[in-house]
């Protein structure tokens, strides 16, 4: 009688401490699923969004990640995914197939800064037919079906790089001029817009001009080669983004007493600027860029009209 009873509170005790074990578990499964509802309601986390956008850039490097931040900065009130890529150097090829790929994802936008005007056309186009709108942006590719250029006039930028140097130069003397990529439009066009000023509106002579054709190598070796052999120069200037930087490491290395004028306004070329390593930067209101671009793929993601092109202007930067 004894063992029935001992056996029957073990059991008692033994049912009481799993329901306990259950109860506490369905305690803190219900507690796991409340945390995971609350997430969700973050739209940037958790929700479906309402529009992805792709940025295509020419490569990756600081100027780009600036951009980006802004770009993120301007999306976020909204529900946007932005995909963002660069290849790894300079090449029209990878940002095809980039193109390609947000083409296939069948994003809602594109915005791309295009290495090659002719290269990308045609994928460009296959995006407008495909219903996706297309914004160029810095770089333009103005025979495509694109929407929309945000940007400047890049031969009128080059032009207003002539008159800062005559300013600089007091119309005389001796420069050295490194571009970028011979078949990029927005090299071609600034350096086209510099000579053409030079040649007819100053007396200032053109030592020597290389091209980088991308690479920040090629770069440091061209800009150190034109130093030496052209010692008595007055100014080197810097008609695109990878020159502006290695200038920049060349004043460091060298310590120049002569003008750097260069292209494309970055917190890198900013503290140089304050440093003495670079004279004068000639910008198109970069940090507007970031927000121009979703604001007007945002438009045309909508369907409403946007112009055709977002003049960003042409400002000086100077110590």
């Not at 296939?104 to 791309?112: E, L, P, R, S, T």
């Not at 140097?165 to 090299?187: A, P, T």
């Not at 190598?217 to 052999?229: C, F, H, N, P, V």
């Not at 000639?282 to 438009?299: P, R, T, V, Y």
């Amino acid at each position: 009688m004894r063992s029935n009873t001992l056996f029957t509170k073990i059991w008692s005790l033994a049912f009481v401490l799993l329901v306990f074990l259950t109860l506490t578990g369905c305690t803190s499964s219900r507690s796991e699923v409340t945390l995971s509802l609350e997430a969700s309601t973050d739209p940037s986390k958790e929700q479906t969004p309402l529009f992805t956008f792709g940025i295509i850039y020419p490569m990756a490097h600081s100027f780009y990640e600036e951009i980006t931040r802004l770009a993120e900065e301007a999306a976020h009130p909204y529900s946007i995914k932005l995909i963002v890529k660069a290849p790894e150097g300079i090449n029209s090829e990878q940002q095809i197939h980039m193109m390609e790929t947000m083409i296939n994802q069948k994003v809602d936008g594109i915005a791309i800064d295009p290495i090659d005007a002719s290269a990308l056309l045609p994928v460009i186009n296959k995006a407008i037919q495909a219903g996706i709108p297309v914004i160029c942006f810095e770089s333009d590719s103005p025979d495509s079906q694109r929407l929309s250029f945000i940007g400047t006039d890049n031969f009128e930028a080059g032009t207003r790089m002539g008159d800062v140097i005559k300013q600089l130069q007091k119309n005389k003397g001796m420069i050295l001029i490194q571009s970028g990529i011979k078949e990029m439009k927005i090299h071609e066009e600034r350096l086209n817009g510099l000579l053409q000023y030079l040649n007819h509106n100053t007396n200032i002579q053109v030592l020597e001009i290389q091209y980088n054709e991308g690479s920040s190598d090629k770069a440091l070796s061209d800009m150190e080669g034109m130093i030496d052999r052209h010692p008595h120069f007055d100014t080197l200037v810097s008609v695109d983004l990878i020159s502006s930087s290695t200038s920049v490491l060349v004043w460091k290395a060298k310590g120049l007493n002569r003008y750097a004028v260069s292209f494309n306004m970055t917190p890198e070329m900013n503290e140089a600027i304050h440093n003495g390593q670079i004279t004068s930067v000639i910008s198109q209101n970069e940090q507007n860029w970031g927000h121009l671009l979703i604001d007007n793929l945002l438009k045309a993601a909508k369907k409403e009209a946007i112009p055709s092109f977002i003049d960003t202007g042409i400002i000086e930067i100077k110590n």
